[in-house]
């Protein structure tokens, strides 16, 4: 499936207008597709610069499995991409919806878009550092915010506390 973010860069690519996309350009850290190929995995890559979604409840995706679903211990919720400190653990809840949530994100850790794909609008959530995209936000989720961010575990590593 073509993402907005591959269709976008053919689009400006093969037109000439612009080397990199121009949401690149928005974040600290930018890396070509064969850098970010280089530093990812193939299902790390697929979620962060594709947007693809693992599967829920295994958060398997091309062969290849997060363990963040079931994490329970003290810690921080890493961008993948990046190392950068997006979730704590004292945020993060079972939802039953086969990915980690989490009902707020560390401030100023990730940044949000509009996302119209799949015949529905979504609040899209990505690393504020790198672009990569790790999953949506949706208003069903506990107290104190209300919200439900419904990450991918490919998405992110694990720090312990």
Aim: include cysteine; glycine fraction near 10%.
């Amino acid at each position: 499936m073509l993402s907005r973010r591959t269709f976008m860069t053919t689009v400006l690519a093969s037109t000439g207008l612009a080397a990199l996309p121009t949401w690149a350009a928005e974040f600290e850290i930018t890396r070509s597709e064969a850098e970010w190929k280089k530093l990812l995995t193939p299902a790390q890559f697929a979620v962060l610069r594709q947007e693809a979604t693992e599967k829920p409840f295994s958060n398997s995706l091309k062969g290849e499995t997060s363990p963040l679903l079931k994490e329970a211990r003290k810690g921080t919720y890493n961008c993948a991409g990046c190392e950068l400190p997006v979730y704590s653990s004292e945020t993060k809840f079972d939802s039953g919806t086969g990915w980690p949530s989490f009902y707020a994100a560390i401030d100023g850790a990730v940044g949000t878009k509009e996302d119209n794909s799949l015949f529905a609008k979504r609040t899209e959530v990505h690393c504020r550092r790198c672009g990569g995209h790790l999953g949506h936000i949706f208003g069903d989720g506990p107290k104190p915010t209300g919200k439900r961010h419904c990450i991918n575990g490919l998405a992110m590593t694990f720090a312990p506390a």
